[in-house]
């Protein structure tokens, strides 16, 4: 490479342009193609992304208005980008609570609260979900156990999890365990004055 440069340099003292562009012409033009293509390249690539969007957002709102919601979505998961799939997956299960289809429903969010692809911020809240539309059959110790970690992280579920946790102690019968929980959720800095509110009229009964 330093050669050509100092056969460039030689040339171009000797004012030989002509000369020049007959020997390292190819090599200039080469050099701008790689880079126009390179240029064209991701630009392409930007626009086949914007497509990719285009397409799933369409695909997704289509499905949305199908007589049949829950099938239309499956049909089109494997269509979605990421994240409209990750959209269509909590409508399904949104839609097969809504049927009274509480074990479908548990098991979808059930399966979202450990893809990997989804954030862990969805993850949580599906996880919340799952207990939220359980059916009854299923134990309070088992969906307790669900909750266990959301309830003590600060974050926007932490307060819904107390609250649900909360019921499930009284729904077995441990009136010590729901004061607990319902003591704590009063005393949260940063939850919404309604859910502060429930809690304190629920202890003022409990007690």
Do not use: C
């Amino acid at each position: 490479m330093a050669d050509i440069f100092d056969e460039v340099n030689e040339d171009l003292k000797r004012d030989q342009m002509q000369k020049l562009w007959s020997r390292f012409g190819k090599y200039v033009i080469l050099a701008v193609s790689i880079v126009v293509l390179g240029v064209g390249g991701r630009q392409g690539y930007k626009t086949w992304q914007g497509h990719q969007a285009a397409t799933a957002a369409t695909a997704y709102h289509n499905a949305l208005g199908a007589s049949d919601l829950k099938t239309a979505l499956a049909a089109e998961l494997d269509q979605l980008s990421p994240g409209y799939a990750m959209l269509a997956k909590f409508r399904i299960a949104a839609a097969q609570a809504l049927a009274q289809d509480y074990a479908a429903a548990e098991k979808s969010y059930l399966a979202l609260s450990t893809d990997p692809s989804v954030k862990q911020l969805y993850q949580q809240a599906a996880l919340l979900l799952s207990v939220m539309n359980a059916p009854m059959n299923r134990s309070a110790d088992e969906l307790a156990v669900r909750l266990a970690v959301l309830e003590g992280q600060a974050g926007p579920w932490q307060a819904m999890a107390l609250e649900q946790a909360a019921g499930l102690a009284l729904r077995a019968g441990d009136l010590e365990t729901a004061i607990t929980k319902y003591t704590t959720l009063a005393g949260l800095s940063d939850i919404p004055p309604g859910v502060r509110q429930r809690a304190s009229q629920m202890l003022k009964i409990l007690n």
